[in-house]
């Protein structure tokens, strides 16, 4: 994300900082997520944004799904709270650009800002739309990579703790000749009565059981060492 800002600085005349703002896969147009930004004022500038939620120009161009320009944002009626706030920044001009994908899907928008009155003119908007285009194929890929990722770590994760409980319950079925119900119906009611996740429980009882195996074959403890 951050790349795509700087790359859009140098890429579409005008602009003096940018930032990429996210809509929130499978969310309405108002959740977003302000990321990239490439400079310190436009990180500034996205606070802002994100605490109003619902006004500003990259709202806005997210919403319609088209091109937003003012030419003096504090001076701006569309955005009677947002662009006051933005201009004691110092910033003057905006232009913001919706990231379309090929199948018309919006998935966020491309905000450009200049310290300049009417700084993005008809050729930046062209360019802008131009850079808008490619820019959101990169964005979503990048959202969608991210997504898959987390959804795999969780997986790992869920796998690991699975596999902690599993072994928790083989113990307590070695111990007590429980069967394999009642071995997790004991580890529940230890969780509970801890009030503690079960993970941890079957975590405690594993490290328990390793501990004695090591004692008895006058093993180190490798937390020990």
Same mark, same amino acid.
Request: charged share 20%; proline share 4%; aromatic share 4%.
């Given at each position: 994300?951050?790349?795509?800002?700087?790359?859009?600085?140098?890429?579409?005349?005008?602009?003096?900082?940018?930032?990429?703002?996210?809509?929130?896969?499978?969310?309405?147009?108002?959740?977003?997520?302000?990321?990239?930004?490439?400079?310190?004022?436009?990180?500034?500038?996205?606070?802002?944004?994100?605490?109003?939620?619902?006004?500003?120009?990259?709202?806005?161009?997210?919403?319609?799904?088209?091109?937003?320009?003012?030419?003096?944002?504090?001076?701006?009626?569309?955005?009677?709270?947002?662009?006051?706030?933005?201009?004691?920044?110092?910033?003057?001009?905006?232009?913001?650009?919706?990231?379309?994908?090929?199948?018309?899907?919006?998935?966020?928008?491309?905000?450009?800002? +200049?310290?300049?009155?009417?700084?993005?003119? /008809?050729? @930046?908007?062209? $360019?802008? %739309?131009?850079?808008? !285009?490619? *820019?959101?194929?990169?964005?979503?890929? +990048?959202?969608?990579?991210?997504?898959?990722? /987390?959804? @795999?770590?969780? $997986?790992? %994760?869920?796998?690991? !703790?699975? *596999?902690?409980?599993?072994?928790?319950?083989?113990?307590?079925?070695?111990?007590?000749?429980?069967?394999?119900?009642?071995?997790?119906?004991?580890?529940?009611?230890?969780?509970?009565?801890?009030?503690?996740?079960?993970?941890?429980?079957?975590?405690?009882?594993?490290?328990?059981?390793?501990?004695?195996?090591?004692?008895?074959?006058?093993?180190?403890?490798?937390?020990?060492?």
């Amino acid at each position: 994300m951050g790349e795509v800002a700087r790359a859009a600085v140098h890429a579409i005349p005008g602009t003096q900082g940018a930032g990429v703002t996210l809509l929130r896969l499978g969310e309405s147009a108002d959740r977003v997520q302000c990321l990239g930004a490439s400079d310190p004022f436009v990180e500034q500038v996205d606070v802002i944004q994100y605490e109003l939620m619902d006004e500003g120009p990259c709202i806005t161009a997210a919403q319609l799904g088209r091109t937003v320009v003012s030419a003096e944002i504090g001076q701006d009626g569309r955005w009677p709270r947002f662009g006051p706030r933005v201009a004691r920044l110092g910033v003057r001009g905006v232009l913001s650009l919706p990231l379309i994908l090929p199948d018309q899907m919006v998935v966020g928008a491309l905000n450009c800002y +200049s310290r300049a009155v009417n700084a993005f003119d /008809t050729d @930046a908007s062209r $360019l802008g %739309a131009l850079f808008a !285009t490619s *820019a959101a194929v990169a964005v979503h890929n +990048s959202q969608v990579f991210v997504r898959a990722r /987390t959804q @795999a770590e969780q $997986l790992q %994760a869920a796998l690991s !703790t699975r *596999a902690v409980i599993d072994q928790a319950i083989g113990i307590i079925r070695s111990r007590s000749g429980a069967t394999n119900d009642e071995a997790f119906g004991r580890l529940r009611q230890l969780s509970q009565g801890e009030n503690v996740k079960l993970a941890v429980v079957a975590e405690r009882i594993v490290e328990e059981a390793a501990r004695r195996a090591r004692a008895r074959h006058g093993l180190t403890d490798p937390a020990a060492r």
